[in-house]
Each structure stands twice: as C-alpha cells, then as structure tokens.
C-alpha cells in the first residue's frame, strides 16, 4: 500500500490522463498489475532495441561515408589540445 501512496505523490505531477491510467491501474487485482508490469518492462525493451538498431545504421553509414576516425584515447587528447 505504501507503494500506491508514493506512486500517488509522483502523479500528482503528471497530465490528468496518465492519473486517469494510475487509478484505473489501482483497481487491477496484483496478479494483473504484475503482468502489465511485465507488458511495459518488455515494450521497453522492444522500444530501446529499435533505438540500438537504428544508432548502429547510422554509425554504419556515417563509417561508410568516412565520417568516423578512428584512433586511441592519447590521439583524441592530442587532437582535442591542437
């Protein structure tokens, strides 16, 4: 119960709408919260996998394109004090 209580403080700050979704959440039984815990984590996840994916494309294009250098750590200080 102390859990809802913090998450109510933490909503008070939020769009009516998202308070809309806490309390109709709060109305779950724990079971179905826990499972829709699990839906998020995994939705996360998909959302921060898509990011990588597309991080790595442009990477692997600006590598293409010559607009990556490579080098060490000392060559990047040296290069930074020039």
Request: charge should be negative.
């Amino acid at each position: 119960m102390k859990l809802m209580q913090e998450v109510k403080l933490v909503s008070q700050s939020v769009s009516s709408q998202f308070q809309e979704v806490i309390e109709t959440v709060e109305t779950l039984p724990p079971d179905d919260q826990l499972l829709l815990i699990e839906i998020i984590r995994q939705h996360l996840i998909q959302y921060r996998r898509a990011e990588l994916v597309a991080e790595v494309a442009e990477a692997r294009k600006a590598y293409r394109q010559g607009n990556v250098r490579s080098g060490t750590v000392a060559d990047l200080m040296k290069e930074l004090d020039e």
